[in-house]
């Protein structure tokens, strides 16, 4: 839940961790929910140590 007691609408927003890690079949999955950013919390270091395998298929949003 929010701070205001509200929720995030069921499949509107994804969690996940180990995108360096993903497989073709993974990547796949990723296409087909038709996501549209990936918000990269990780440091700019381990962006350019571990790619995500993600990049092309979505805009990414790093933070770090």
């Not at 205001?4 to 360096?20: C, T």
């Not at 993903?22 to 962006?47: C, F, P, T, W, Y």
């Amino acid at each position: 839940p929010a701070a205001d007691g509200k929720r995030v609408r069921w499949g509107l927003l994804f969690r996940a961790g180990g995108s360096p890690m993903l497989n073709d079949a993974d990547l796949a999955q990723i296409r087909e929910l038709g996501l549209k950013d990936m918000v990269d919390l990780r440091s700019s270091e381990a962006r350019v140590l571990a790619p995500t395998r993600i990049e092309g298929i979505l805009k990414e949003l790093g933070l770090g």
